[in-house]
């Protein structure tokens, strides 16, 4: 045999075995798992409580609170952001079935100058940063006490006069939610956000039938509502026609949201006790199944929502309250293993440590009991806001230190995007990789993993991005990409040598 052709022969036989032995090194990584929890907070606009911070703020004023806020939740690690869109029958985005609301502009109905949508601008940009944004409606308010100034001439105050009911005399006013008409129109809002916007979820809070305080601690006035329901045959008493009314429109909501986008979630957050007495060491205290009318305990039992998230708004040591305590009882009713993440409230007037220390003990408290749907939702994001906050540092030094992908939601879905293409440019300095995914999900996160030393390292990215760019100095010697869906499910990734 001619020597040069040998010598061809003999690189050739090397390279296949040096591939060979590779790919069978890179086939035995194995690539720890990205922690899953969801990490979200409660963006409230009724009052400014977070977002504007008053009303009528310039457009670019708006919009530059938007930015910090976002900014801010990315930068503690936290993954979604739960924004109130409807806090009073009225709009944070464009709309022609009801008025934009007056925290935005200072006026209701007065549409943004110059015009922007804000709920648009919401998801885009939280998009950008791989953050989920959920739309939080309140589907019964229709008047906050807060609110100043006329009723616009599109407010249901004045389309449908007899849906709403005046309670007591603090400027406070209900839809009646046991009247079809209300339940439709409140339906048809819940969708009409649905159909026209990229939300990742809709979010309803614990107002269903007022707190009796809105009232001035009297019931509430529908006696017409009743009278007439009795009169055409009804017989139910008057506490099971409320619960009634409100199931059917938990159930049609969540109904309609899977009919039209199946990967839209739904997301409750009732108040957190069920009723005194359950469990038994909970005593007396408030009864929102009898007070709120609302049958929190059967809406996760039958699975109407893809998450549940009690308001546990009290310490793990109150003996009457006990976080932990309740957080076991709601677990051994989540009998559809939907993802339950409690809320918590991070209180303003308590001293700073005593809070924060009590807030990541309810975290890692959480993650005991619920160990395979991790996640917590805080209420809001004005605490956590500041720079100093010590809440903020100490999640983010503690059980936040690194980013973690949402738990998934396989009743949903469990079917993963297809495993994406890599392509890798490497020089003197740096490693350029770049990606594709075919099939025809778009993803909405990547995760890049790279092996730098002996431990494998990973970075969560928007969706929208396909290229990265790791410094030769980092020592990498293997990448791999996974692809992430709506429903948080993550593809298989193909581990690539770049040695």
């Known amino acids: 045999m001619n020597k040069s052709i040998y010598v061809k022969f003999l690189i050739i036989i090397l390279i296949t075995i040096f591939s060979i032995s590779l790919a069978q090194q890179n086939k035995d990584e194995t690539i720890p798992p990205v922690p899953r929890e969801m990490r979200a907070t409660w963006v409230a606009t009724v009052a400014n409580i977070d977002w504007p911070s008053r009303p009528g703020l310039s457009v670019d004023e708006q919009q530059k609170e938007i930015i910090a806020i976002i900014d801010r939740v990315a930068e503690l690690n936290l993954n979604t952001i739960v924004l109130q869109v409807r806090p009073q029958a009225d709009a944070f985005y464009k709309s022609d079935l009801e008025p934009w609301s007056y925290y935005l502009t200072g006026q209701q109905g007065k549409a943004p100058e110059p015009f922007y949508d804000p709920l648009e601008f919401w998801i885009s940009e939280s998009h950008k940063k791989g953050i989920e944004l959920h739309a939080w409606l309140n589907p019964y308010r229709a008047k906050h006490s807060a609110m100043r100034g006329e009723d616009a001439p599109n407010s249901v105050l004045v389309t449908k006069p007899g849906c709403a009911k005046k309670l007591g005399n603090a400027g406070f006013y209900w839809l009646d939610p046991a009247q079809k008409e209300v339940q439709d129109h409140s339906y048809n809002v819940v969708m009409d956000i649905v159909k026209r916007y990229d939300i990742d979820a809709i979010h309803f809070d614990d107002y269903f039938y007022p707190y009796p305080e809105y009232n001035d601690g009297k019931d509430f006035p529908d006696d017409d509502t009743y009278e007439a329901y009795k009169k055409s045959g009804g017989n139910m008493e008057r506490g099971d026609w409320r619960r009634d009314a409100v199931n059917k429109f938990i159930e049609r909501v969540y109904n309609g949201i899977k009919n039209e986008k199946s990967w839209v979630k739904f997301g409750i957050s009732p108040f957190g006790v069920y009723r005194p007495g359950y469990p038994s060491s909970i005593g007396g205290g408030f009864d929102q199944y009898a007070t709120l009318y609302a049958d929190a305990k059967l809406w996760l039992n039958k699975g109407w929502l893809d998450y549940y998230v009690p308001q546990l708004y009290w310490n793990i040591s109150r003996v009457d309250l006990s976080y932990p305590v309740l957080l076991e009882w709601w677990q051994s009713e989540n009998t559809l293993k939907r993802n339950l993440w ?158």
């Open 342 to 499: 409690p809320g918590l409230f991070i209180r303003p007037e308590v001293n700073g440590r005593t809070m924060a220390l009590e807030i990541v003990n309810q975290v890692m408290v959480t993650r005991g009991i619920v160990p395979n749907s991790k996640g917590n939702m805080f209420f809001s994001m004005k605490s956590l806001m500041p720079k100093d906050s010590l809440t903020g540092r100490m999640l983010l030094e503690g059980p936040y230190r690194n980013k973690a992908l949402i738990p998934s939601y396989s009743w949903l879905d469990k079917i993963p995007p297809a495993i994406p293409e890599i392509k890798t440019d490497k020089n003197s300095e740096e490693i350029k990789i770049s990606w594709t995914t075919g099939g025809s999900e778009k993803p909405f996160l990547y995760v890049l993993y790279s092996k730098q030393g002996e431990r494998w390292i990973y970075e969560i990215l928007p969706g929208e991005k396909l290229e990265a760019v790791l410094p030769l100095d980092k020592k990498v010697t293997l990448i791999a990409i996974g692809a992430v869906d709506k429903c948080s499910n993550e593809s298989r990734s193909e581990i690539l040598s770049v040695e």
